[in-house]
Nanobody, 115 residues
């Protein structure tokens, strides 16, 4: 069983930066995809970015050029560097891992961007 633990959320002013981390523990298939989703109050959960174990990345249009997803496969850890943050980036950010058709979610970390 896989467990995901996120960290790095917090309160930041608009234009600032935060770095989120997601550490995966347990038995993990070598071929997998890790990603970040976010959910703001009253809104649906949306994909922010994902990165495959082979290095392919995808970003939501709303974060392209501002956010960077990276992975350290040896440490089973994923990062999300968030720059030029906007108030509309405020949400709970959740880490996700997909391996062998099994979806695993982290508990989420709050990101709040003040104007």
């Amino acid at each position: 069983q896989v467990q995901l633990v996120e960290s790095g959320g917090g309160l930041v002013q608009a234009g600032g930066s935060l770095r989120l981390s997601c550490a995966a523990f347990g038995s993990i298939f070598s071929s997998n995809t890790m990603g970040w989703y976010r959910q703001a109050p009253g809104k649906q959960r949306e994909l922010v970015a994902y990165r495959t174990s082979g290095g392919f990345t995808h970003y939501a249009d709303s974060v392209k050029g501002r956010f960077t997803i990276s992975r350290d496969n040896a440490k089973n850890t994923m990062y999300l560097q968030m720059n030029s943050l906007k108030p509309e980036d405020t949400a709970v950010y959740l880490c996700n891992l997909v391996a062998n058709s099994v979806y695993t979610w982290g508990q989420g970390t709050q990101v709040t961007v003040s104007s």
